[in-house]
T-cell receptor, first 116, second 114 residues
Framework: ETGVTQTPRHLVMGMTNKKSLKCEQHLGHNAMYWYKQSAKKPLELMFVYSLEERVENNSVPSRFSPECPNSSHLFLHLHTLQPEDSALYLC???????????????FGPGTRLTVL | AQSVTQPDIHITVSEGASLELRCNYSYGATPYLFWYVQSPGQGLQLLLKYFSGDTLVQGIKGFEAEFKRSQSSFNLRKPSVHWSDAAEYFCAVVWMDSSYKLIFGSGTRLLVRP
């Protein structure tokens, strides 16, 4: 595997379910990100991890719970979601979290989440 | 407030025609500028980026973009579009004073007529 991978690619869940999204990066990066992409809205940054420490929580509801057990893996735990949470959830990674010429963010293919 | 505007939601061009996708940003700090492309069912792929130096930057797949500070713009261009360029294109900006926060425009969907 190369780059950034995400599983599952598609997920349908009820409002009372608990599920998790997984992201793995094979690039040796130190920073990882979760984004939400809803129809007709710009990508929204949700969480940022740097060296496994959460450095950003962009006013995300507590029904979304991130976890970063090591610098290669990032999870998004979901519980009691709402239908408006249906979206494409994208994971990204970068060398570190400081803006710079070298610090491109690499994106995974996303998980398409549908909440019924 | 920091914002990125892509005024065109959809653009349709004929194959072989030239293309220009618009991007404007607001905020006064020095920007780092990016264009990403997203094909259906895929994540975002970086086309090109601008940090400093020559204001005309070349990217992958024959794309280029020009940074115009006086107009707060970073428009993406391609001289001859191919059917495989049909996708959604996102402009994104990081401002020097906001570290890693990549602010995205709402995207422009490109359709290519045969």
């Amino acid at each position: 595997e190369t780059g950034v991978t995400q599983t599952p690619r598609h997920l349908v869940m009820g409002m009372t379910n608990k599920k998790s999204l997984k992201c793995e990066q094979h690039l040796g990066h130190n920073a990882m990100y979760w984004y939400k992409q809803s129809a007709k809205k710009p990508l929204e940054l949700m969480f940022v991890y740097s060296l496994e420490e959460r450095v950003e929580n962009n006013s995300v509801p507590s029904r979304f719970s991130p976890e970063c057990p090591n610098s290669s893996h990032l999870f998004l735990h979901l519980h009691t979601l709402q239908p408006e949470d249906s979206a494409l959830y994208l994971c990204a990674s970068s060398q570190d979290r400081v803006a710079g010429a070298w610090n491109e963010q690499f994106f995974g293919p996303g998980t398409r989440l549908t909440v019924l | 407030a920091q914002s990125v505007t892509q005024p065109d939601i959809h653009i349709t061009v004929s194959e072989g025609a030239s293309l220009e996708l618009r991007c404007n940003y607001s905020y006064g700090a020095t920007p780092y500028l990016f264009w990403y492309v997203q094909s259906p069912g895929q994540g975002l792929q970086l086309l090109l980026k601008y940090f400093s130096g020559d204001t005309l930057v070349q990217g992958i797949k024959g794309f280029e973009a020009e940074f115009k500070r006086s107009q707060s713009s970073f428009n993406l261009r391609k001289p001859s579009v191919h059917w495989s360029d049909a996708a959604e294109y996102f402009c994104a900006v990081v401002w020097m004073d906001s570290s890693y926060k990549l602010i995205f425009g709402s995207g422009t969907r490109l359709l290519v007529r045969p």
